[in-house]
């Protein structure tokens, strides 16, 4: 293992007291007015009792905030203030602010939504690394946004005019103004969760009082008529604000949301999705779940457990993303949709939150499974490690590429939800019960577990190598559980406890429970079994990607026909994510033909590390490290 160890040091350790997420089983308990009654198997550790150590991970987060810090705050509230009529500077700030550009300009009816993305990054970013600078950026953004509140009178809060919601109302063409509005009302409850600021709740408590003087006497025909329209998960969010502050008028608020047509085929466990919106579904599920976790509702669990299971089964690919163009589609006719335009990340950062709800109700491996996936081998690699940029799709026709953002133009939704992806690596590495701990990722951490004075060091080469290795240290004798997860990924799990091997025995949950008094300087070492293997499409045998564990390898094509600004977006076509023309030249699927259903036959490991070669000379790494170039995951079997 190259002295890489994976460590668990118990001691005291008390670290600065920065809360972390409401929405999930476990957090804010004390915060909440409204209290669940239900009782989970496991629990959230908070984002701020785990830190990242040196990995792709923690490259990842670096970057995102090094972008997320370059961008000045009054660039942020410029189309806040010029719409509400206050301004920063003269002339309505255009000598002193350089505005923002894509969907984030004057003319773009979604304006605002990257500054609530921001909201919550900067507080994800506060709790995960503790630095000061996340705190004083959000409270800034914060006192100008009380400013832009403050003018408008009525606790109405956005970058663009109440036209756009009256517009909703009636009916009419608009894009999206309540999914807007939900961005910034979730930042501001993460600037209050995650940074302690009381005034982004106020902030919050105004927009939905305003909200809810405003939909109160909207008859039932005008309520189904305007969600229609896209309006993320503002349901999610009020249920939130629910919790926290009780009021029953933004539980109602959150029910008014209630979308008929999507939920109540969920409820009747019928995969009615067609070719509807993905991401418009996923939030929607997501409002259900916390709908269950504050009132029991078991209706509103079983809809989620079945919608995840049904979109793991038959509309997920192998990276663990969704859709194409952003939309469902025949499963019938999957291996058609392997396109350039495949897994919105959008998607998959709303399927990772209704996993670790999931998960918190019933911890079981196959759920820690997916999260490991799709973490890996799409959020982890949509950032370009060489600028921090972020694509919007994850494209899997052979042959494409990944299309990066652009700093201050291509403001899409995958760079909003990139922003808080890359901040929060931390928050499922590890869960708790009363009992001990979960270590479901395997990723270089240090973990606080205050109740039980047990501090986590993790350090790992996986998934570059097999082996983790925990090493405990305590100031006295610890009795408590470690659940180890046993992948579906591998057949085999050794364990060594002090270098003796343990008999492993897998839980019907899919953990090997490792259940003593621990004390200074033990340790653990677990290896895993990592081989290659196929993953089908659903609809064709022959068309496969290949992982090795579950890391899904991508062949490396070159850059032959890539013309500039690629692999960038053009920052003038605000939208050519969607039209993007990937020039792929002729014959190219042709190097991603084999011949073998066996794939040790086709592929051979070049070295150490990751690297695999075919039998026709193309190079294989893990998709996550393949950036700035062509590349092959599905792969044609002839026999």
Not at 9 to 16: C, P, R
Not at 299 to 315: G, P, R, V, Y
Not at 406 to 415: H, L, R
Not at 564 to 570: H, K, T
Request: charged residues 25%; proline residues 4%.
């Amino acid at each position: 293992m190259k002295g890489k160890i994976l460590t668990i040091a118990l001691s005291l350790l008390t670290l600065q007291t920065v809360n972390s997420q409401s929405v999930y089983p476990g957090m804010f308990e004390s915060e909440q007015k409204i209290k669940s009654g239900i009782e989970y198997p496991v629990k959230c550790f908070n984002l701020n009792d785990v830190r990242l150590l040196p990995s792709r991970f923690k490259e990842n987060m670096d970057r995102d905030s090094v972008w997320m810090v370059s961008i000045d705050v009054n660039r942020l509230l410029h189309s806040f203030r010029t719409t509400a009529g206050v301004f920063a500077g003269r002339e309505g700030g255009y000598m002193t602010v350089e505005k923002l550009g894509g969907w984030e300009s004057l003319d773009c009816e979604l304006r605002g939504h990257i500054t609530g993305h921001i909201l919550s990054a900067y507080s994800l970013m506060y709790a995960a690394t503790g630095s000061e600078v996340f705190k004083l950026k959000g409270d800034s953004l914060v006192n100008g946004l009380s400013e832009v509140q403050k003018a408008y009178g009525t606790g109405y809060l956005s970058a663009f005019p109440e036209e756009l919601i009256n517009r909703n109302i009636r009916g009419t063409s608009v894009w999206a103004p309540w999914y807007t509005l939900h961005k910034i009302l979730s930042g501001l409850i993460d600037q209050y969760l995650y940074s302690g600021n009381s005034q982004a709740i106020n902030l919050a408590q105004g927009m939905a009082n305003w909200a809810y003087a405003k939909l109160r006497n909207l008859d039932d025909g005008v309520r189904r008529k305007m969600i229609r329209n896209e309006f993320g998960g503002i349901n999610e969010s009020f249920y939130n604000l629910y919790a926290l502050i009780g009021n029953d008028d933004y539980r109602w608020l959150a029910t008014f949301f209630y979308h008929n047509d999507v939920i109540d085929p969920l409820k009747k466990r019928i995969d009615d999705l067609g070719t509807k919106h993905t991401n418009t579904f996923i939030p929607k599920v997501l409002a259900e779940a916390r709908n269950y976790e504050l009132t029991g509702d078991i209706a509103s669990k079983n809809l989620s457990e079945f919608f995840w299971k049904t979109m793991i089964d038959k509309h997920t690919f192998a990276p663990g993303c969704s859709s194409d163009k952003e939309h469902f589609f025949d499963t019938n006719r999957f291996s058609e949709h392997i396109s350039g335009y495949t897994g919105e990340t959008c998607c998959t950062y709303n399927m990772l939150k209704l996993s670790k709800h999931l998960f918190c109700w019933n911890a079981t491996s196959d759920i820690a499974d997916y999260y490991e996936r799709a973490l890996y081998n799409h959020i982890l690699g949509q950032q370009d490690p060489k600028t921090g940029m972020v694509a919007y799709f994850l494209p899997l026709k052979t042959g494409s590429h990944k299309v990066y953002s652009t700093p201050f133009n291509s403001f899409w939704c995958c760079v909003g939800s990139g922003f808080e992806s890359h901040a929060k690596y931390a928050e499922s590495i590890y869960f708790h019960n009363d009992k001990g701990v979960f270590a479901n990722l395997f990723i270089p951490s240090v973990l606080s577990w205050k109740e039980k004075n047990v501090e986590i060091t993790q350090f790992t080469d996986f998934p570059y190598e097999d082996e983790v290795h925990f090493k405990i240290a305590t100031e006295e004798p610890s009795q408590f559980t470690v659940y180890l997860r046993h992948p579906s990924w591998s057949k085999n799990v050794d364990v060594k406890i002090n270098g003796e091997k343990l008999r492993v025995r897998t839980n019907s949950n899919g953990y090997i429970e490792i259940d003593r008094t621990w004390k200074n300087g033990d340790e653990i070492l677990v290896k895993y079994d990592m081989k290659l293997h196929w993953e089908s499409a659903p609809d064709n045998k022959n068309v496969a990607a290949l992982l090795y564990g579950p890391v899904v390898l991508a062949g490396k094509l070159g850059t032959e026909g890539m013309k500039a600004p690629a692999p960038y977006s053009n920052p003038k076509l605000y939208n050519d994510y969607y039209t993007y023309d990937y020039n792929i030249p002729e014959n190219i699927e042709n190097k991603t033909i084999v011949r073998s259903i066996k794939p040790e036959r086709s592929f051979v490991k070049k070295g150490d590390g990751l690297k695999f070669i075919s039998d026709k000379g193309v190079e294989l790494e893990p998709l996550f490290d393949v950036h700035r170039q062509r590349y092959a995951v599905y792969w044609k079997i002839e026999k």
